[in-house]
């Protein structure tokens, strides 16, 4: 059976792979290609490259990064998400080297577009990222440039459920970066049908967590941030302590020099 | 230059090569972290240190505790005086030789063995394969110290494995101290990732070989990192005590001064005289490239870390850097012959790694510095502070003899 | 040994650095190319593709390589097909549409249903029964797909179990079509590049 999937994100705010809090607050970490690299070495399930000053400025992909982590020589998927506006960024990023794509604010402007890229490209090559959150029982939906939060679950649903897009990364944007927060009814709340549809992220750092949270039909990968700069073979370790060991791939101690 | 924004209470720039955040109120992500220094109840960290270390104590004595990396500079002694006597472990010290070694760094490092009475390894990479090394990273990066940095960080993790002790333990973690790369409570740990993105200019040793047509295999595979299997296999991990235990280097070092006869001394181009004093050219030549390719040299770091401790105001602090940065270096000739090659082909590399932002050409062979320190805004008319920062001198690089490198040395009492 | 080189057909579609890389690190020459003159020269051809099978096809045909490929296969020139490549290698696919393959194996291409995408590590089990090419324990390859192979068992030299059981894996004479990224997974898909290659060349 399919397994679940450890993704490792690196997010990068002016070519700077950085620890994200809550949307609001930054930390330096260090070059992008760098963590690229060494989530590749740990054998993360896939790489997430969120690059978060893009769509704010308009700026499009950013092909600069994209192109000097295709000389790196990965052997891990790649998903690459930030600023893509239309077929073309699309097309053009996945040209230049990620296996799949993560829309955020531009699938929701222009619903239409996302269609025709699905049809291009798979829909198992898109993702949906949306923040989230879980207040006085109700879900939102956040929007990071309008900085409001619309109750509006509908229409994300609506796609997952079509099948236009395979994936929703479900962001708790509130609890990013910070311990043991990701909360949990934010997921209960979704009622999405489809199985394996749901990618878990923000403020999962502890392995009851990842157990919990892959352990729900729905989700079918979590994926983690910031505390995978804090100790080494992090990847590794989580997988380690997954109760059934049959629900993720088994950690990778690489000896091999690439 | 564009977007250039300093910080409000130390004095660092948004340009740090660490990478830095200056929020909303303009302060660095550095002062911020730094806060935390007075804000967490250092008594439950240290406990969750004491914790931490207890399995990996030897039941019988006859093994390692941990491996500490030690020189004869640095915080060295505050952090065997913690391993040793505080938490009660044994440790095997390890050393890179630099080989750019001060006498006062042989003395401290032999005055700490003796004192703490630990057992040491040494390792000295072949001095032919360091040189090479040098040159290139010299000429292309800039850089006269890739060897050291990489030594030092890899050796303690080999000696984990093949002496199968997985515990290291290292003082203050660097990103974390000078900009608040991580909070205390993310206990950051040591890791592969860290040690090639910040220490080695995103370079491992493998890299090197692709990079520069004249180093080999031969050159460099001493400083390459344990595989991840080896690793995994001894478990091994290194851990910062500066996340368990309030971080101040002057303080600590004046502890040791006072407990264990620690020897400093004066520098021309900082006011700190604890730190570094074990090489002659960390503060010289290597400062003064850092001059060349960032506009801020070590000075900076050192008031900005006086300045978060309260002992002196930013305005004090801009003083004492715009004092020091621009002070000559001491120890070029020891340099020039160790890596044999001339004063013209030195300055030669010198000119071509001024970052243009800092430095005018204003005619040939003549620049005019305007490093961060001149692009801040300008402070108050205030009456200068002539407080005296208070850094204890009690000996010299050279211990009066002569100012050579001391490329080995067993020590004397 | 000599050097063995392979050709990665490039039909515009998708990034090759990846397989190129994976390639060259098992120590082959390894050319991208639409030109019918260089890809006579190597030993292996290999089809990637990832995207859509209606504009694939479209790409293929308007650069003639769909006759070249038919010809260079029919005289036993090797050809590995990944994942939209191996579907490129069959009769036809019912994505967006019905649209003719290469015809080069028997079978079609048809959706996962409800809409199910197939995304992420999953094992693969061979059906020769001599297979220690993989260790026992680590069988997972990376896959990304929302269509699979439907076509008669003979065809099928893998299994893997999603829905139901389909073909990850399948063989003709001197094609073989990995449905997943070999490219993408890691040791495992090393070394199964490296088997199938000189499995290929040998026979």
């Keep these: 059976m399919i397994k679940k999937r450890i993704i490792g994100v690196v997010t990068v705010k002016n070519g700077w792979a950085v620890q994200s809090f809550g949307y609001k607050r930054y930390l330096p970490l260090g070059k992008p290609e760098c963590l690229i690299e060494n989530l590749d070495r740990w054998g993360a399930d896939e790489i997430f490259i969120q690059v978060i000053d893009r769509s704010n400025s308009n700026l499009g992909p950013d092909f600069e990064l994209l192109e000097k982590v295709s000389r790196l020589r990965l052997e891990t998927p790649l998903i690459y998400g930030g600023g893509i506006r239309n077929i073309s960024d699309a097309i053009q990023v996945i040209k230049t080297g990620a296996d799949r794509i993560s829309l955020d604010s531009t699938y929701r402007k222009m619903p239409d577009n996302i269609k025709v890229i699905s049809e291009t490209l798979g829909a198992q090559a898109i993702i949906i990222s949306t923040p989230m959150s879980f207040d006085s029982g109700m879900l939102g939906v956040y929007d990071y440039q309008k900085l409001e939060i619309s109750l509006d679950i509908d229409s994300t649903r609506d796609i997952i459920n079509s099948g236009i897009v395979s994936e929703m990364l479900v962001i708790d944007y509130k609890n990013e970066g910070y311990k043991n927060s990701f909360n949990r009814q934010i997921i209960d709340g979704l009622m999405i049908k489809k199985k394996g549809s749901v990618i878990a992220f923000g403020g999962i750092t502890e392995d009851e967590q990842v157990n919990s949270l892959l352990n729900l039909d729905i989700v079918s990968a979590v994926a983690i941030g910031n505390s995978l700069s804090y100790r080494e073979h992090a990847i590794q370790m989580i997988k380690k302590n997954i109760e059934n060991k049959t629900l993720v791939r088994k950690p990778i101690f690489q000896s091999l020099l690439k | 230059m564009k977007n250039l924004k300093f910080c409000k209470r130390c004095l660092y720039a948004s340009t740090h090569p660490l990478g830095i955040s200056i929020d909303q109120e303009g302060i660095c992500s550095g002062c911020r972290i730094h806060e935390e220094k007075d804000s967490l109840d250092w008594n439950e960290r240290f406990e969750k240190l004491r914790k931490l270390v207890e399995p990996y104590k030897s039941k019988n004595g006859d093994k390692y505790d941990c491996i500490v990396p030690v020189s004869g500079g640095q915080d060295s002694f505050y952090i065997v005086h913690l391993v040793k006597e505080v938490l009660g472990l044994n440790p095997l010290l390890v050393t890179y030789n630099k080989y750019y070694n001060t006498p006062l760094g042989i003395n401290n490092l032999a005055n700490l063995r003796i004192k703490f009475n630990c057992s040491i390894l040494y390792q000295n990479v072949n001095p032919v394969s360091v040189k090479k090394i040098t040159r290139s990273t010299l000429h292309r990066f800039g850089s006269i110290y890739w060897p050291i940095l990489a030594g030092h960080t890899v050796f303690p993790v080999q000696t984990a494995v093949s002496y199968q002790v997985p515990l290291i333990i290292w003082g203050a973690h660097q990103g974390l101290e000078q900009v608040g790369m991580f909070s205390h409570s993310h206990e950051v740990e040591m890791t592969r990732r860290y040690r090639k993105d910040h220490d080695l200019m995103g370079l491992e040793a493998d890299d090197l070989i692709s990079v520069f047509d004249t180093l080999t295999e031969n050159d460099i595979w001493q400083y390459r990192y344990p595989d991840d299997d080896q690793l995994q296999k001894i478990g091994v991990r290194g851990i910062y005590l500066g996340n368990y235990v309030r971080w101040d280097p002057k303080a600590q070092h004046e502890e040791m001064i006072e407990k264990y006869q620690y020897k400093t001394s004066r520098f021309n181009r900082t006011f700190d005289c604890y730190d570094y004093v074990d090489c002659f050219n960390y503060m010289d030549l290597h400062d003064l490239l850092k001059l060349h390719k960032h506009g801020y040299s070590k000075v900076t770091d050192h008031a900005c870390r006086e300045i978060r401790h309260g002992r002196i105001s930013r305005e004090h602090g801009l003083e004492l850097v715009k004092k020091y940065e621009i002070q000559p270096i001491e120890f070029e000739k020891n340099i020039l012959e160790w890596l044999g090659i001339t004063k013209i082909s030195l300055d030669f590399i010198l000119n071509r790694h001024r970052n243009k932002e800092f430095w005018n050409e204003v005619d040939i062979g003549r620049w005019e510095f305007n490093g961060l320190s001149a692009l801040q805004p300008s402070s108050s008319n205030e009456q200068r502070m002539q407080k005296n920062i208070n850094f204890t001198e009690n000996a010299s690089l050279s211990l009066n003899l002569e100012k050579e490198y001391i490329i080995f040395g067993k020590g004397f009492p | ?203």
């Design chain 3, 1 to 203: 040994m000599k050097k063995i080189s392979i050709g990665i057909v490039d039909y515009g579609m998708g990034n090759h650095s990846s397989i190129v890389n994976s390639l060259r690190g098992l120590g082959l020459r390894v050319k991208v190319s639409n030109q019918k003159i260089e890809l006579d020269t190597v030993d292996v051809i290999l089809l990637p593709g990832v995207g859509a099978f209606g504009l694939a096809m479209e790409n293929i045909i308007k650069l003639g390589l769909d006759d070249y490929i038919k010809n260079a296969v029919n005289h036993d020139k090797p050809l590995i097909g990944i994942c939209l490549g191996m579907q490129l290698m069959t009769e036809s696919s019912s994505e967006h549409g019905f649209t003719n393959g290469l015809e080069l194996i028997p079978g079609k291409i048809i959706s996962f249903p409800n809409n199910q995408s197939h995304i992420g590590w999953n094992g693969i089990n061979l059906k020769k029964s001599s297979s220690s090419w993989l260790n026992e324990s680590d069988r997972t390859v990376y896959f990304n797909h929302s269509y699979y192979y439907d076509g008669p068992d003979l065809y099928k030299a893998a299994i893997t179990h999603h829905a139901f059981p389909f073909a990850s894996i399948i063989k003709h004479k001197n094609l073989i079509g990995l449905q997943f990224h070999p490219e993408k997974s890691q040791v495992t898909g090393k070394i199964i590049l490296k088997k199938i290659i000189t499995s290929l060349l040998d026979d």
